[in-house]
């Protein structure tokens, strides 16, 4: 059974930094395209940063430069390193991951097929 757990988030003043973490379990984890994910209040689910097989990365622009997503295959562990946090990044987060190999050319939410929970992030003016 596959499985995603996310932790890490919590509440930050504007500037300010969070870790999220994404244990995964039930799969091989690192095989495929991993990525972030968040969504705000009355809002649609948008992708924030992914990783493939090959450990490139792809971010959106909003979070380029600020947020980094990374990979402990040892740890079957996602990261995502928040830095320069601004109001508007409030949202819950999501990691999910694709079950079948491949690159992240293909990046909504419909193209994952695990996620985990949610962690829920707030960033203070």
């Known amino acids: 059974q596959v499985q995603l757990v996310e932790s890490g988030g919590g509440s930050v003043q504007a500037g300010g930094s969070l870790r999220l973490s994404c244990a995964a379990s039930g799969y091989i984890f690192g095989s495929s395209c991993m990525g972030w994910f968040r969504q705000a209040p009355g809002k649609e689910r948008e992708g924030v940063a992914f990783i493939d097989i090959n450990e490139d990365r792809i971010y959106v622009d909003v979070v380029k430069g600020r947020f980094t997503i990374s990979q402990d295959n040892a740890k079957n562990t996602l990261y995502l390193e928040m830095n320069s946090l601004k109001p508007e990044d409030t949202a819950n987060y999501y990691c999910?991951?694709?079950?079948?190999?491949?690159?992240?050319?293909?990046?909504?939410?419909?193209?994952?097929?695990?996620w985990g929970h949610g962690t829920q992030v707030i960033v203070s003016s």
């Open positions: 999910a991951t694709r079950l079948y190999p491949g690159t992240c050319i293909r990046r909504r939410p419909s193209d994952f097929n695990a």
